[in-house]
């Protein structure tokens, strides 16, 4: 089933990085975040400002910030801040942000089971989160899909990917996606702990 470009949220336009800077870590973090909850509230102005203001504060404290803002990030830091942004956002009443990571310990997976688990997801509604390695080194967000694209939301103004250009880490293709970080995002109901 192909989600249609219609079927999609309207969310905005994504946070843009600097031409200078490799922050694309923090603005997928912030785009992914947005695009997930633009159902049920937009991310944006202050929130937005906010959010990033602790997103350069959680990455310094854990790198020196010149680095993340020439090198970038690592995956792990990359998860850990995702994690983080989440729990700050409010998804609304009675609601969470789920995070799941499909291929986080199967090495070896079928690239075509990355595809279809991630078309998948974005037919449920999810927003996925990937690390490019290839062409770009990059952090983007995936919100949408056809037969032939992939739909980003991205930080460098990137609009689709063609998915017959995209491969796992091994390929010769394009645009390589590294299944380990392939990062599903969905709003969900809270589980309530009990008393």
Not at 146 to 153: C, E, G, I, Q, V
């Amino acid at each position: 089933m192909t989600r249609a470009v219609e079927a999609l949220p309207a969310v905005g336009e994504p946070y843009l990085q600097g031409q200078l800077d490799t922050l694309c870590g923090i603005y997928s973090a912030i785009n992914g975040l947005a695009a997930v909850l633009a159902s049920v509230w937009p991310l944006r102005g202050s929130a937005a400002t906010t959010l990033f203001r602790h997103a350069i504060g959680f990455v310094a404290q854990r790198i020196p910030l010149v680095d993340a803002v020439i090198d970038g990030i690592s995956p792990e830091l990359w998860l850990d801040l995702i994690q983080e942004l989440a729990r700050l956002v409010k998804a609304g009443p009675g609601r969470a942000i789920r995070i799941e990571r499909p291929f986080a310990d199967t090495p070896g997976v079928r690239f075509r089971e990355v595809c279809a688990r991630i078309d998948a997801a974005l037919d449920r509604g999810d927003v996925v989160l990937v690390s490019l390695v290839g062409t770009y080194d990059h952090y983007t967000v995936v919100r949408g899909h056809t037969d032939a694209r992939y739909l980003l939301h991205d930080s460098i103004s990137l609009q689709s990917l063609m998915k017959r250009a995209c491969g796992s880490l091994r390929s010769s293709r394009r645009h390589l996606i590294d299944p380990r970080w392939v990062v599903l995002l969905r709003v969900v109901e809270a589980v309530r702990e009990p008393p």
